[in-house]
């Protein structure tokens, strides 16, 4: 953390500085790796170059301007195109082996360039005449055969690179699947077979593979935000952030947990990703919740859990919330506006959990004399508020989603560039935003276009549908067993897999059965996102809790078990939201009900989280309940999550009756308590100070 100081009369605020984000966490989405390269001299110039071909080409297809020539390109010969110039990069930014040098580019990996280039420009000639043959099913030229297995090599070794082993062995035995698909011991995924000509042919040419949903997503709409959130960090709108959070909650009781939580939040508008979050913010917040009197691994796991809602909070979201929208057929301000009240109810428990911890604790605010002022911060930034308006307006009035980060983006430079003198952009600048844009969009295309072929695969056998089935006959139809089942499995491969990869595993395997149930299509797929996101503060792996475990310098494996504590709320808001997909905004009249369901599940919370932390608000400090303080915590906690639940569909009992039948255990339960409470408070030897 560095600070910088303003003197006013008789004051002097000690500002926060948010240095450069990127430059910290090197802007990684959701690639499995960390030893990556650093282009130099022609090389970096070329991905500038390269970077900057495919934001002119996305503009172009978006705004229909065809090339200003009156040329119309298909979105085929648009997606190729695309993986031309970004694919061929993966291979020289992300090393093959962990002794492959980071200072020089081995020969192999020039080959591999040479070769991934090759393979997208030969396809992408030819793919208009396959739409108009039909070639994805059969009758292609053995040149296109020939690009399109070197094509498919490439992905794998891309998915490598960038996801890992994990990622490879779990993606490519199902691309190849479709090779021995009526094979007996396959059972319940037995399906139609292909030839290698056959299955190449379609999952290069067709419309549901290696340029199906993920691919389409990341040129639709994922290229605009990507830019708009690489723009805001390089403006400065970080450091507006970090400030204006330790303008507004840094006094509150635990303010420097509460300023943790509100920064996270907001940078997730700039990072779709969980590790970048950590980094960034972690390193500001995490030293100032140390100095207040967190231990350690506690301020370590607020921060992990803090940056994993980041990503799954609006307006913009992480990359994976784009493939939901194109799996739906939805556009992404659906998609955004379904999580608004599972974003708002994870931030409000983890608000919660900051302050019963610190009231139980006894940690105060930041002294009011050591933070940015309100209305200075607002004075340095107020033109990120206009340019976040903009984008929530032509998201959810105009609808323009893939015209609205452009938009945004435009805005932004142009008030940065008449109105900041800190951070007025130069052509240094701009081949900066152009080289950390390329290595997003490098590393992203790695993993969207192998994991395309996932959906391919299936596609191709037809075993979709009859694998519901099988699930459904597995789970006795029951939505409970089923969502249970999905959760676990959710868990699992978000241990090993990208968040993406997860989502469209299980989007394809699980989905279809739980939809077949009656559950809510948008709910399904919320709910898969969210569980496949857990992973990320869940030992074994939890890589957001041990990423800032290193900045605390607190034990990984512990920070990983309490962050699970902390964030446990999140565990159960997925079911909230099945249960009842007004949650999400589904359904008739879904306002109104969203509304009253928020609230109930907020004053369950209350009690949830007083009862983890053993301090119940308008109650006190629950060891003043003696030898009763854990049965009351247990009691409060299940009063809680009961009144917390949405009743009716498919819960046995209705609405009223769960509420009722949660305030049953709370209502004695807290007059209990504080009828114990008060009465310790009036002994002479009263409750100490922890």
Known sequence: MSSSTSTAPQDVTKRVVFDDPHGAAGNMQEAEVTRVRTLRGTWRWTLVVATAATILLCINQQFSLRFFVGYTQLNTEYFYLLIALMLPFTFLIF????????????????????????????????????????????GAPNSVIAAGLVMWAMLMEALRRTGGWSLLLSVMPFTVYPLFAEARWLGPFRGTQSTLEQATAYHVLSGESLLGIPIQAFADTVIGFLVFGTALMMTGAGKFFINLSFAMCGTFRGGAAKVCIFASGLLGMMSGSIISNVLTAGTMTIPVMKKSGFRASYAAAIEACASTGAVLAPPVMGATAFVIAQFLNVSYAEVAVAAIIPAALYYVGLFMQVDTYAARH??????????????????????????????????????RESHAPFYATALLLVLNQLFSKDTRWTFATIGKFLEVNGRTFVELVGILAGCGLLIGAFSMTGVVSSLANDLLHIAGDNAFLLLGMCALTSLILGLGLTTTACY??????????????????????????????????????????????????????????????????????????????????????????????????????????????????FVGDLRGTGALEWPIRVLLVIGGFVVATPGGGIMPLSQLQVTLLGLAILVPTTLLALLLVRRHTMEPDGLRAP
Not at 99 to 127: E, G
């Open 504 to 617: 469209i595993f299980l989007a394809i395997l699980v989905a279809p059965a739980l939809e077949k149930l009656g559950l809510n299509r948008m709910a399904v797929h919320m709910f898969i996102f969210y569980w496949g996101m857990l992973s990320s503060i869940t030992p074994p792996v939890a890589i957001a809790s041990f990423a800032a475990a290193g900045i605390a310098g607190s034990p990984a494996m512990k920070t990983g078990w309490e962050s699970m504590w902390v964030g446990s709320i999140i565990y159960f808001i997925p079911f909230f939201f099945v249960l009842n997909p007004a949650l999400v905004l589904q359904g008739p009249s879904p306002y109104l009900a969203g509304l009253g369901l928020m609230g109930l599940a907020a004053f369950g919370t209350l009690f949830i989280c007083g009862g983890i932390q053993g301090y119940q608000p």
């Open 362 to 399: 006894g940690l105060k605010g930041i002294p009011r004399a050591d933070l940015p002022r309100v209305m200075d911060t607002i004075k340095d930034g107020w033109y990120y508020v206009f340019v976040i308006a903009l984008l929530i307006v032509m998201l959810l009035y105009f609808k």
């Open 95 to 138: 090393p093959g082996a962990e002794r492959a040098p980071l200072d020089r580019i081995p020969w192999y990996d020039l080959v591999l360039f040479v070769a991934t280039f090759a393979a997208a420009i030969m396809l992408m000639s030819n793919v208009r005449k396959a739409a108009e043959a039909g070639w994805e099913f059969g």
